[in-house]
Nanobody, 117 residues
Framework: QVQLVESGGGLVQAGSSLRLSCAASGSITSLSTMGWYRQGSGKQRELVAAITAGGRTNYADSVKGRFTISRDNAKNTVYLEMNSLKPEDTDVYYC???????????WGQGTQVTVSS
């Protein structure tokens, strides 16, 4: 069983920065893709950024140039550095781990990010 614990959310002003962390525990393989998704009230969950075990990254167009995803495989942790935050970035952010070559996926409990104008 894999558990994902997110941290780092909060309330900030527009233009500020935040760093989200997601620590994975349990029996996991290092060959996993990890990512951040976000979901607002009444909206579908959407991909923000993802990173493979080898370090390849993928970003939503809306965050390119502002957000950076990274991972520390030794710590089983993925990070999301969010800069130049905008009010429209306000959402609950979820961490996801997908085990490559399987249909297994795990989600964190979510962390709220609120950006005031």
């Amino acid at each position: 069983q894999v558990q994902l614990v997110e941290s780092g959310g909060g309330l900030v002003q527009a233009g500020s920065s935040l760093r989200l962390s997601c620590a994975a525990s349990g029996s996991i393989t290092s060959l996993s893709t990890m990512g951040w998704y976000r979901q607002g009230s009444g909206k579908q969950r959407e991909l923000v950024a993802a990173i493979t075990a080898g370090g390849r990254t993928n970003y939503a167009d809306s965050v390119k140039g502002r957000f950076t995803i990274s991972r520390d495989n030794a710590k089983n942790t993925v990070y999301l550095e969010m800069n130049s935050l905008k009010p429209e970035d306000t959402d609950v952010y979820y961490c996801r781990l997908a085990v490559v070559g399987t249909t297994l996926e795990y989600w964190g409990q979510g962390t709220q990010v609120t950006v005031s104008s």
